[in-house]
């Protein structure tokens, strides 16, 4: 006899978590906390059962946590990819109850990839690479606020700011680097990209942060989850652009910067992107193509172990 897997949905938002076991038919709500976790964890541990929600940034954080620590399958869902499977099965109201069993049916009709178990050393280094851009971000903000005050008092203000910013963001720099050296495993992963021309500290950092998948997907699916990957826009006889949309912004625009470093080199990037201009292609399209090179050549060095070769 074979028995079939168990399926949740989890709908989850900053105070609460609202979960749709279907082996109960029903759904609960619980504080979005460890402590009101526990039962269900004890619930769903030595099951075969599969949990999806929807990533949520911080807020889905406790639960990863609860089904990592006991070994429980579970997956991560785009919300935008969640809203489209509500309407193709008819789902047009909105709870979070409701929410919570469309995800349980979209786990069941889709069995998505579960996630790999997270690091503590990537998590970390996520937070600190995301704390590093809010501070260039204010850094940004106040040089161009710097820029059109003519109040002396003022300006002195800002710039003092200004410093302020530059050593913080100095320092976060520092913990990053001293939390990848210490990692034996992100220290590798680092020399590695590191060697593709136009990887420097901050897009290696980049990935190895938000790319946990790098060096264990296919081209075209890490491509696709970067957002680097060309969509066909085709029916009938009409024939659109290939155009990319969806995946990881802060990880598209690194490799864009990666990609701009690296055709200013004299490595093979720069050749092949010298000759898509010479082609015809838009100087950002070819950007674009470089910087999903620059992507596929580091997840083949991640999943092989060897340098970039020149």
């Known amino acids: 006899m074979t028995i079939q897997p168990g399926f949740v949905g989890c709908d989850i938002s900053k105070d609460h978590l609202d979960i749709f076991d279907e082996t109960l038919g029903r759904p609960e709500r619980i504080a979005n906390e460890a402590?009101?976790?526990?039962?269900?964890?004890?619930?769903?541990?030595?099951?075969?059962?599969?949990?999806?929600?929807?990533?949520?940034?911080?807020?889905?954080?406790?639960?990863?946590?609860?089904?990592?620590?006991?070994?429980?399958p579970f997956a991560r869902v785009n919300p935008a990819r969640?809203?489209?499977?509500?309407?193709?099965?008819?789902?047009?109201?909105?709870?979070?109850?409701i929410d919570a069993q469309m995800l349980a049916a979209m786990a069941r009709s889709l069995r998505p990839a579960c996630?790999?178990?997270?690091?503590?050393?990537?998590?970390?280094?996520?937070?600190?690479?995301?704390?590093?851009?809010?501070?260039?971000?204010?850094?940004?903000?106040?040089?161009?606020?710097?820029?059109?005050?003519?109040?002396?008092?003022?300006?002195?203000d800002i710039e003092a700011h200004i410093a302020w910013?530059?050593?913080?963001?100095?320092?976060?720099?520092?913990?990053?680097?001293?939390?990848?050296?210490?990692?034996?495993?992100?220290?590798?992963?680092?020399?590695?990209?590191?060697?593709?021309?136009?990887?420097?500290?901050?897009?290696?950092?980049?990935?190895?942060?938000?790319?946990?998948?790098?060096?264990?997907?296919?081209?075209?699916?890490?491509?696709?989850?970067?957002?680097?990957?060309?969509?066909?826009?085709d029916s009938g006889q009409f024939r659109g652009k290939r155009v990319i949309k969806g995946g990881r912004r802060r990880v598209r625009e690194a490799l864009y910067m990666a990609a701009i470093t690296a055709v200013r080199s004299k490595h093979r990037f720069a050749l092949i992107y010298?000759?898509?201009?010479?082609?015809?292609?838009?100087?950002?399209?070819a950007l674009i193509a470089i910087a999903r090179k620059i992507l596929v050549t580091a997840n083949a060095i991640i999943r092989d172990k060897t340098v970039f070769q020149t």
Request: some cysteine; glycine content about 4%.
């Open 115 to 156: 996630e790999p178990a997270p690091s503590p050393e990537r998590e970390t280094l996520a937070r600190l690479h995301k704390r590093r851009d809010q501070l260039v971000a204010m850094r940004k903000q106040e040089r161009t606020r710097l820029a059109a005050i003519d109040d002396p008092a003022i300006a002195e």
């Open 165 to 233: 910013l530059g050593t913080r963001i100095v320092e976060i720099e520092r913990q990053t680097r001293a939390l990848i050296d210490a990692t034996e495993r992100l220290t590798e992963d680092q020399r590695l990209l590191r060697s593709v021309p136009g990887i420097g500290p901050v897009t290696a950092a980049t990935l190895i942060a938000l790319m946990p998948e790098l060096g264990a997907r296919s081209p075209k699916t890490i491509a696709a989850l970067a957002g680097l990957a060309p969509f066909n826009v």
């Open 35 to 72: 402590a009101a976790l526990a039962p269900l964890i004890e619930r769903w541990k030595n099951k075969d059962m599969l949990v999806l929600f929807e990533a949520t940034g911080p807020y889905d954080a406790c639960l990863r946590r609860a089904l990592t620590t006991a070994a429980i």
């Open 82 to 97: 969640a809203r489209d499977f509500a309407r193709a099965t008819g789902r047009l109201a909105k709870t979070d109850a």
């Open 274 to 285: 010298n000759a898509m201009i010479e082609a015809g292609k838009p100087p950002k399209v």
